[in-house]
């Protein structure tokens, strides 16, 4: 079975996630524990929050938009972690993955013409990654709650440094049939201090439901698919693997030249939408990250309600 991910990895805005409302919230989790495992990217929570007056926050203004979309608004605060292989040793692990915390606002708007297939969305992520992020705290927590082995490297994480990174994905509709398949095209492009990658992928729809990229929608209560999203990134620089843009000082980090240039990734999921309530488990994977690393796979569920 293909697995997903994208730039960062959650994306919580693709066309093929869309609730169809512009006033919702949702809470999104990614856990490796899915998929039996407990290393790399190991964990991820999402929460955020649309709504049309979010228009007036003042970092809505750097969004780009399409001239005449339909367009929503939104924020989200966001966590990641990433860990080595083996959690449990007490000392620096070299050619395995660094420990790292991520603690993001984002601040983003999807604009979307149906008549032509066309989605842009935008997205402006601050934050910290570091300590500050509190990323070993949480796992720490989580596993003494499980009982489960106490993890012993947090304090070789990447050091303290700023986040601020602006993303472009623009998606286009190739195909469809009805409201029973669907074949759609993107590109992302994402810029700054935590992440810089170009990735070129596409997404595959089928079941029942309503997409943003068509005008032919109807208000049944339910619509269930499955999706599949095969995406190709090519990576410039990952902070989580080569530490922070400003701050060097970090104890173990990826040189450049160990770090996968291209990364393959792919996302497989199946939604549920009863009248204003989301839901949706899927599966990831990704190639490897880095030279000396392996290929990784994690899972998430995700609950959304219209307001």
Same mark, same amino acid.
């Given at each position: 079975?293909?697995?997903?991910?994208?730039?960062?990895?959650?994306?919580?805005?693709?066309?093929?996630?869309?609730?169809?409302?512009?006033?919702?919230?949702?809470?999104?989790?990614?856990?490796?524990?899915?998929?039996?495992?407990?290393?790399?990217?190991?964990?991820?929570?999402?929460?955020?929050?649309?709504?049309?007056?979010?228009?007036?926050?003042?970092?809505?203004?750097?969004?780009?938009?399409?001239?005449?979309?339909?367009?929503?608004?939104?924020?989200?605060?966001?966590?990641e972690g990433y860990t080595p292989r083996s959690i449990g040793e007490t000392?620096?692990?070299?050619?395995?993955?660094?420990?790292?915390?991520?603690?993001?606002?984002?601040?983003?708007?999807?604009?979307?013409?149906?008549?032509?297939?066309?989605?842009?969305?935008?997205?402006?992520?601050?934050?910290?990654?570091?300590?500050?992020?509190?990323?070993?705290?949480?796992?720490?927590?989580?596993?003494?709650?499980?009982?489960?082995?106490?993890?012993?490297?947090?304090?070789?994480?990447?050091?303290?440094?700023?986040?601020?990174?602006?993303?472009?994905? /623009?998606?286009?509709?190739?195909?469809?049939?009805?409201?029973?398949?669907?074949?759609?095209?993107?590109?992302?492009?994402?810029?700054?201090?935590?992440?810089?990658?170009?990735?070129?992928?596409?997404?595959?729809?089928?079941? /029942?439901?309503?997409?943003?990229?068509?005008?032919?929608?109807?208000?049944?209560?339910?619509?269930?698919?499955?999706?599949?999203?095969?995406?190709?990134?090519?990576?410039?620089?990952?902070?989580?693997?080569?530490?922070?843009?400003?701050?060097?000082?970090?104890?173990?980090?990826?040189?450049?030249?160990?770090?996968?240039?291209?990364?393959?990734?792919?996302?497989?999921?199946?939604?549920?939408?009863?009248?204003?309530?989301?839901?949706?488990?899927?599966?990831?994977?990704?190639?490897?990250?880095?030279?000396?690393?392996?290929?990784?796979?994690?899972?998430?569920?995700?609950?959304?309600?219209?307001?």
């Open positions: 079975m293909p697995f997903t991910c994208l730039s960062q990895e959650m994306d919580h805005i693709a066309s093929y996630r869309s609730m169809n409302s512009d006033k919702y919230v949702r809470l999104s989790y990614d856990n490796d524990f899915f998929t039996a495992t407990d290393e790399y990217y190991t964990q991820g929570i999402n929460i955020e929050f649309v709504h049309p007056e979010l228009k007036h926050f003042p970092l809505s203004l750097v969004l780009l938009r399409l001239p005449g979309a339909e367009t929503n608004f939104g924020l989200a605060l966001g966590h000392y620096i692990q070299y050619g395995n993955h660094p420990y790292a915390g991520v603690l993001l606002l984002k601040t983003f708007s999807t604009s979307t013409m149906p008549q032509k297939g066309n989605r842009l969305s935008a997205a402006l992520s601050t934050g910290v990654i570091g300590p500050a992020a509190w990323a070993d705290g949480m796992q720490k927590a989580i596993h003494k709650a499980l009982n489960n082995i106490q993890p012993g490297g947090w304090q070789y994480q990447i050091h303290n440094d700023l986040v601020l990174n602006y993303r472009l994905t /623009y998606e286009h509709k190739l195909f469809h049939a009805g409201k029973i398949f669907e074949l759609a095209v993107n590109a992302t492009a994402d810029a700054g201090t935590l992440k810089d990658k170009l990735t070129l992928g596409a997404s595959l729809r089928t079941g /029942y439901f309503n997409s943003p990229l068509s005008d032919n929608k109807d208000n049944r209560a339910l619509h269930v698919y499955l999706y599949d999203v095969p995406a190709l990134n090519a990576v410039a620089y990952d902070a989580t693997l080569q530490g922070g843009l400003f701050n060097r000082s970090s104890p173990y980090t990826i040189t450049a030249a160990d770090v996968s240039r291209l990364v393959f990734c792919n996302n497989v999921g199946l939604v549920l939408c009863y009248k204003n309530i989301y839901m949706e488990y899927y599966l990831a994977y990704r190639s490897k990250t880095f030279r000396t690393g392996l290929t990784h796979q994690w899972g998430g569920l995700s609950l959304g309600i219209g307001l």
